[in-house]
């Protein structure tokens, strides 16, 4: 029995150290999270520049993705289907879909590519990434009328999808 209860307590402190360390690198990958302001950025489209400044005021999606990225590439057909089909024209609402280290080109090839219809941004630098997070995508952030996130989330899942959009559909209600 000893030995049981040993064995328990040795698992209990593994657990609770890859717990720690977990938490550790999410504070060290994480630059903003829930109720922060939104940092301040400039986004340059084609058609198009978006500030955070000039999106004061609605509610606005914000989403980080990369071309060669498994997860993004199953997320962005759901957005467009279940995000922008339904909120485009709702004057209270913004969507930015960010391409993490992409140029316009690039971008473009990709949406052609993938027949997708997403107001696109480049962010070839990171620049705009950088004051969000260190690394992961996809990532979403919903950022609520007077500037302050209200929601984040680091990867794709349905139910984490769904979550998203019910939450924008109490805020554009």
Not at 62 to 87: D, Q, R, S, Y
Request: charged share 30%.
């Amino acid at each position: 029995m000893k030995i049981v209860l040993k064995v328990i307590l040795a698992l209990a402190v593994i657990i609770g150290g890859y717990t720690s360390i977990a938490w550790a690198n999410s504070d060290e990958v994480d630059y903003v999270k829930v109720g922060d302001k939104v940092p301040a950025f400039e986004l340059k489209g084609i058609e198009s520049s978006v500030s955070a400044e000039s999106l004061k005021g609605k509610v606005v999606l914000i989403n980080f993705f990369a071309t060669w990225c498994g997860p993004c590439v199953k997320e962005l057909p759901h957005l467009e289907k279940e995000v922008w089909k339904e909120f485009k024209n709702n004057e209270e609402f913004a969507l930015l879909v960010v391409g993490r280290e992409h140029s316009q080109e690039e971008i473009d090839i990709f949406a052609q590519k993938k027949s997708l219809n997403l107001p696109f941004y480049p962010d070839p630098e990171r620049e705009v990434f950088s004051k969000f997070a260190k690394q992961n995508i996809p990532r979403n952030f919903i950022v609520d009328k007077d500037g302050t996130i209200i929601y984040s989330a680091v990867g794709y899942s349905d139910k984490e999808f769904n979550k998203m959009i019910q939450l924008l559909k109490n805020k554009l209600k």
